[in-house]
């Protein structure tokens, strides 16, 4: 099983940046994908959520708005998050994660993922 993460940088605030996750060695149609982050000396927190099917997704209330969440299940099993309005604050390793059988109350519990990728850091400064 691997999920590899890449996309991340160094921008201004107010930029954009596009994360992406490449997965690989499980059924990527079958497992709901999330995004965590984890800023430096901060426990790592929900970002956002998208279904197996693809038809609902879920975010933390600090990148309502900001950040959408999408995936390729057709083509390339690879899970996006579009980041827009970037501030200082959003500035982590950001994390993607797989998991089946997950129910909307746990989406944000880390336990429940069953696969992680390496992270990929983002930090917003000017």
């Known amino acids: 099983v691997q999920l590899q993460a890449s996309g991340g940088g160094l921008v201004q605030p107010g930029g954009s940046l596009r994360l992406s996750c490449a997965a690989s060695g499980f059924i990527f149609s079958s497992h709901a994908m999330s995004w965590f982050r984890q800023a430096l000396g901060k426990v790592r927190e929900f970002v956002a959520t998208?279904?197996?099917?693809?038809?609902?997704?879920?975010y933390a209330d600090s990148v309502k708005g900001r950040f959408t969440i999408s995936r390729d299940s057709a083509n390339k099993n690879t899970v996006y998050l579009q980041m827009n309005n970037l501030k200082p604050e959003d500035t982590a390793v950001y994390f993607c994660?797989?998991?089946?059988?997950?129910?909307?109350?746990?989406?944000?519990?880390?336990?429940?993922?069953?696969?992680w990728g390496q992270g990929t850091l983002v930090t917003v400064s000017s």
């Open positions: 994660a797989a998991g089946s059988g997950i129910i909307i109350p746990t989406i944000s519990t880390a336990t429940r993922y069953s696969y």
């Open positions: 998208i279904r197996w099917s693809g038809d609902s997704t879920y």
